[in-house]
């Protein structure tokens, strides 16, 4: 039978069966042992194994009340172009670097211009950006804040968005659909590009490399664990409002039910064989902040809370349980002001 969700009793059965081969057992491994050679294996099934450094076209310049800021187009090793801006505080010391990540909101006309301000943007993005910013984020763009508390901020517009976007909501399937002809996934893609565009970030002029965290929130929340996990060029993460488990995040109502947004999310080289906690976990015993909100509609309060449980096993058995910070939070699937604060606060004391 298929439920009004379109999922069969098939996938059902799958869910509630609960077994990830690749998941953390401490009956079975440490934490070392278990990290070394599972992140071999992911690495291996998303088919990330060496990562390039883009090339990175300097389009223009803008200077924001003593911000510095770069219009950057990013040239990746898959042939594709992605738009980018780049912030940095009025400062020629070495400063830390945030890869800040966008989310997706279902709204794709904006990329980068979600989390960074240029003052002299094009009406057809200032609008909506100002709005995308009150909606989502307190009224303030994230990256700038960022850079005024002394951070070098990078954003780039992921496919689908900015100047990479394609033609709705709808399209979404379509583009994951073209992209699986060739053995590849949609969340795939936004992937390794993120992990390029860290390389960028890292070897930039005025960048410590030993001092780059990743940051986002929603998926650009996902994101910014997927790539603290997977590479070790990433000193600490901030993540706000995508956490949970498989089997949590697969009930009525769920986005991961219904195609369109959740291919960003969804790797067919790991998929059942490892839960989002356990992935995230790969990162351990680095700092990290996971923050989600208690009415929040995409992830449930009590699903976040087991997924922040299954975390805290693997920080706490890494000999490192203080690095690891989870809150939830008052409030829906927003990343307000206040919050904002207090991640960057949190940021400035681990790195």
Same mark, same amino acid.
């Given at each position: 039978?298929?439920?009004?969700?379109?999922?069969?009793?098939?996938?059902? @059965?799958?869910?509630?069966?609960?077994?990830?081969?690749?998941?953390? #057992?401490?009956?079975?491994?440490?934490?070392?042992?278990?990290?070394?050679?599972?992140? +071999?294996?992911?690495? *291996?099934?998303?088919?990330?194994?060496?990562?390039?450094?883009?090339?990175?076209?300097?389009?223009?310049?803008?200077? #924001?009340?003593?911000?510095?800021?770069?219009?950057?187009?990013?040239?990746?090793?898959? &042939?594709?172009?992605?738009?980018? %801006?780049?912030?940095?505080?009025?400062?020629?010391?070495?400063? $830390?670097?945030?890869? =800040?990540?966008?989310?997706?909101?279902?709204?794709?006309?904006?990329?980068?211009?979600?989390?960074?301000?240029?003052?002299?943007?094009?009406?057809?993005? +200032?609008?909506?950006?100002?709005?995308?910013?009150?909606? =989502? %984020? !307190?009224?303030?763009?994230?990256?700038?804040?960022?850079?005024?508390? &002394? %951070?070098?901020?990078?954003?780039? #517009?992921?496919?689908?968005?900015?100047?990479?976007?394609?033609?709705?909501?709808?399209?979404?399937?379509?583009?994951?659909?073209?992209?699986?002809?060739? &053995?590849?996934?949609?969340?795939?893609?936004?992937?390794? /590009?993120?992990?390029?565009?860290?390389?960028?970030?890292?070897?930039?002029?005025?960048?410590?490399?030993?001092?780059?965290?990743?940051?986002?929130?929603?998926? *650009? !929340?996902?994101?910014?664990?997927?790539?603290?996990?997977?590479?070790?060029?990433?000193?600490?993460?901030?993540?706000?409002?995508?956490? &949970?488990?498989?089997?949590?995040?697969?009930? +009525?109502?769920?986005?991961?039910? @219904? !195609?369109?947004?959740?291919?960003?999310?969804?790797? $067919?080289?790991?998929?059942?064989?490892? #839960?989002?906690?356990?992935?995230?976990?790969?990162?351990?015993?680095?700092?990290?902040?996971?923050?989600? *909100?208690?009415?929040?509609?995409?992830?449930? /309060?009590?699903?976040?809370?087991?997924?922040?449980?299954?975390? @805290?096993?693997?920080?706490?058995?890494?000999?490192?349980?203080?690095?690891?910070?989870? @809150?939830?939070?008052?409030?829906?699937?927003?990343?307000?002001?206040?919050?904002?604060?207090?991640?960057?606060?949190?940021?400035?004391?681990?790195?």
């Amino acid at each position: 039978m298929i439920d009004g969700e379109n999922m069969p009793d098939l996938a059902k @059965r799958l869910r509630d069966k609960k077994s990830f081969a690749w998941n953390f #057992d401490p009956a079975v491994s440490d934490v070392a042992t278990w990290q070394r050679t599972t992140l +071999a294996t992911v690495r *291996g099934a998303l088919g990330i194994e060496a990562i390039a450094t883009p090339s990175a076209t300097h389009l223009g310049e803008w200077d #924001d009340d003593g911000l510095l800021g770069r219009h950057l187009q990013l040239g990746f090793s898959n &042939g594709e172009t992605a738009d980018a %801006y780049l912030l940095r505080p009025p400062t020629k010391a070495p400063t $830390p670097g945030v890869l =800040l990540l966008h989310d997706h909101g279902a709204f794709f006309s904006i990329g980068r211009q979600k989390l960074i301000r240029w003052p002299d943007e094009p009406r057809e993005t +200032a609008v909506p950006s100002d709005d995308w910013a009150t909606r =989502l %984020y !307190g009224g303030r763009h994230l990256g700038n804040a960022l850079a005024r508390r &002394g %951070y070098s901020v990078l954003c780039v #517009d992921a496919l689908g968005w900015g100047g990479r976007a394609s033609t709705g909501y709808e399209s979404q399937q379509a583009l994951a659909a073209n992209l699986m002809q060739f &053995g590849q996934s949609l969340a795939g893609v936004v992937l390794q /590009e993120d992990l390029e565009a860290l390389a960028v970030l890292k070897q930039l002029d005025g960048v410590d490399p030993g001092r780059v965290a990743s940051c986002g929130f929603s998926m *650009g !929340g996902a994101r910014a664990w997927q790539v603290a996990a997977l590479s070790a060029d990433v000193k600490a993460c901030v993540s706000v409002g995508w956490m &949970g488990t498989l089997s949590g995040l697969m009930q +009525a109502g769920s986005n991961q039910l @219904r !195609g369109q947004s959740a291919f960003y999310l969804l790797h $067919p080289g790991i998929a059942g064989r490892i #839960d989002y906690p356990h992935f995230a976990a790969l990162a351990a015993p680095k700092p990290a902040l996971f923050l989600s *909100g208690r009415e929040d509609r995409h992830f449930p /309060e009590a699903d976040a809370a087991e997924a922040f449980r299954q975390m @805290r096993i693997i920080w706490d058995a890494s000999g490192a349980p203080d690095t690891l910070q989870t @809150r939830l939070a008052p409030g829906g699937h927003v990343f307000p002001v206040q919050q904002q604060d207090d991640a960057i606060d949190w940021l400035d004391r681990v790195l």
